[in-house]
């Protein structure tokens, strides 16, 4: 046999072992022991449109994911959404080798609001927040199983955010990742390597030594209209004259395989997470007559705000988290009420669905960020969730699904006290109840005023993603 037919032979054969992963993965839509969402026609269209954002992204870290040559991709985007993403959010990854050294460098707009200072009244102006954090340990789901959450499986050895960051008067910046700060080095740096209390858990007699596998970090964004997204490169630093190796038949047949086996794992853990972990469809071990609102994700309500864990997915580090599903039937709203006593760094609330996927957010009023919604004469934030426009400011659009995730995120630097961490509450009523449960004050807005909103919003969803 030519080495032609033997790489033709192992390309054939990964390749039909990828589209058996596919179709194990295609089985998560509709299969109940898979845990999926309800079969309802929307959630099963949306469900195939969701498997495939997931080989979107397995392509791209199939087949352009090296340590050896970094390069930042976007984790999550309106192409492949998933996961609860938040709507206000760029999400970017690169893949690194911890034992190196590399540099990132970025440039943004007005930045004067990363500083505790009123944020720039026109012009460009950098993302409300941005973060940096290096981890040891596999992508949230690559695995297929819920046993990735354990702890020590997953290790950050590094963060820095936008307010720490060093910004010259240009605009630009650049950040040292390594696994130690070099002596005399006082600029932007993020640390690669942690020395555990124990090893791997999968490794008991490894090295309590790790070392980060990738950097990620999100742009979040809060006056859609005028912050602008920051361009960011990394450059590993032993590598730069060097390139990579022709393709060949051994490394892509692997690859394939692994593309399958990604979307596979992905689709499974997620389904698995949501049902069991956030007992989205009811309370695990439950027994006839329980108090269904004991479910991790309660029907119609909250609950308590939690830091970034295993039990939120991981997350954001500096986030604390809050949720729960709404249910609602035509004629009826979900009313919800939150407040803060410390003014975090980025605040934001938006809707999914059942698959984790954000609702479209640049055609629709499904999110609002601080800047966009109104706050009442009584210091709090009220929102509205509702099937149709009820034509208050808060108003978030549910797009026709009967139910779906909710979610508020309060980004902190430095976390406060737990006694003075945000409050968030819900309680459902009817449709036509929603003016006369508002403060007579509550901000309105006209039919052409909604346009407006979703003129912005199109425009700024366009320029986050842009592809050129």
């Known amino acids: 046999m030519s080495d032609a037919d033997a790489a033709r ?3 054939r054969a990964a390749w039909d072992d990828m589209l058996a992963d596919l179709t194990r993965a295609r089985d998560a839509i509709d299969s109940p022991e898979l845990m999926p969402a309800p079969g309802n026609e929307r959630n099963l269209a949306e469900g195939y449109r969701y498997l495939m954002g997931f080989a979107h992204s397995a392509i791209e870290r199939a087949f352009f994911e090296d340590p050896r040559f970094p390069t930042f991709r976007h984790a999550l985007q309106i192409l492949n959404k998933g996961t609860i993403d938040n709507a206000d959010a760029i999400y970017f990854m690169a893949p690194i080798d911890g034992r190196a050294s590399h540099v990132v460098r970025g440039h943004v707009g007005d930045h004067r609001h ?16 941005l973060i940096f954090e290096t981890t040891d340990g596999c992508i949230a789901g690559d695995s297929g199983s819920l046993t990735e959450l354990r702890p020590g499986v997953k290790v950050q050895t590094g963060r820095i955010d936008s307010r720490e960051l060093q910004v010259d008067a240009a605009g630009r910046f650049e950040i040292l990742l390594a696994p130690e700060r070099p002596d005399g080095h006082t600029g932007n740096f993020l640390c690669t390597h942690r020395r555990t209390s124990r090893p791997h858990p999968d490794e008991p007699e490894g090295s309590p030594d790790r070392y980060a ?4 970090g999100r742009q979040l964004f809060d006056d859609w209209e005028h912050e602008e997204p920051s361009a960011l490169t990394i450059t590993r630093i032993d590598a730069a004259a060097t390139a990579p190796e022709p393709l060949d038949a051994s490394f892509a047949a692997a690859q394939i395989r692994r593309l399958g086996s990604l979307v596979n794992g992905q689709m499974r853990f997620w389904n698995e997470f949501y049902t069991v972990l956030l007992e989205t469809y009811g309370k695990q071990g439950a027994k006839s007559g329980d108090d269904e609102s004991e479910r991790f994700m309660p029907r119609n309500k909250f609950n308590e705000p939690n830091a970034a864990s295993g039990a939120t997915g991981g997350g954001q580090s500096t986030n604390i988290y809050a949720g729960g599903v709404w249910e609602l039937d035509d004629d009826e709203a979900l009313l919800i009420e939150s407040r803060t006593v410390v003014e975090p760094d980025y605040r934001g609330m938006n809707l999914s669905n059942l698959w984790g996927e954000s609702l479209d957010y640049a055609n629709h009023q499904t999110s609002l960020t601080a800047h966009q919604a109104a706050t009442d004469s009584d210091g709090a934030v009220r929102y509205v969730v509702a099937h149709r426009d009820p034509g208050v400011a808060n108003w978030l659009d549910t ?30 009523i009817r449709f036509d109840e929603i003016r006369s449960e508002l403060p007579d004050d509550v901000r309105t807005v006209t039919p052409a005023e909604r346009d407006e909103c979703i003129g912005i919003r199109r425009e700024h969803v366009q320029r986050r993603f842009r592809v050129f």
Not at 114 to 129: F, I, L, T
Not at 213 to 216: A, G, L, N, P, T
Not at 409 to 414: A, D, G, I, L, S
């Open 9 to 11: 032979d192992a390309l």
């Open 114 to 129: 990363w500083r505790g200072e009123p944020p720039a009244s026109d012009g460009p102006k950098a993302p409300r927040y």
């Open 213 to 216: 596998c990738y950097v990620s």
């Open 399 to 428: 797009t026709g699904h009967r139910e779906g995730f909710l979610n508020p995120r309060w980004t902190y630097t430095e976390q406060p006290p737990r006694e003075q961490w945000p409050t968030i509450s819900a309680r459902k």
